[in-house]
């Protein structure tokens, strides 16, 4: 027996190879990047705060709807990848999303938390005040939907 085959044997961390990219890994990155392009493009163009807004008026018109919108296909993206057949969803991608949606979750709210006197220089945060908090919860609500997952 050659030594590469033993060390297969012998290596029970070496998972089998199974594809990275499956319908709902697919699924779930464009689900991510529409939540990050849908509020990254609301808060650049149509947001009323701005000097001169423009852009679609439905987007003008739903205020801080749009960032509901865009968290919510980021954070749908995120349970998304957290099933088995993605990358995310089995082996060490489980404990790299659950410890980093828990760590983002912590580091949004303690970013808050330690300039909540004055939020105009962090984007996105200056527009949704208390709203953080539920923003880094739901990260770490995420965490809890990787978690499940850990074997």
């Not at 509020?39 to 439905?58: Q, W």
């Not at 979750?105 to 808050?112: H, N, R, T």
Request: glycine share 10%; hydrophobic share 50%; net charge positive.
């Amino acid at each position: 027996m050659s030594p590469l085959k033993r060390k297969r044997e012998i290596d029970v961390l070496a998972g089998a190879r199974e594809p990275i990219f499956t319908v709902r890994s697919v699924l779930a990155l464009l689900l991510v990047v529409a939540g990050v392009a849908w509020i990254g493009y609301y808060y650049l163009v149509p947001r009323p705060e701005r000097l001169h807004p423009h852009g679609p008026h439905f987007m003008m018109e739903w205020h801080h709807w749009n960032y509901l919108i865009g968290f919510a296909l980021f954070f749908v993206g995120l349970f998304v990848a957290a099933h088995p057949s993605t990358p995310l969803g089995r082996g060490r991608g489980v404990v790299v999303g659950m410890l980093g949606c828990f760590l983002a979750g912590l580091a949004w709210i303690c970013v808050f938390y330690v300039f909540s006197d004055d939020l105009s220089p962090i984007w996105v945060m200056n527009d949704l005040g208390q709203k953080n908090l539920i923003v880094g919860i739901a990260f770490m609500a995420t965490g809890f939907a990787y978690a499940t997952r850990w074997e």
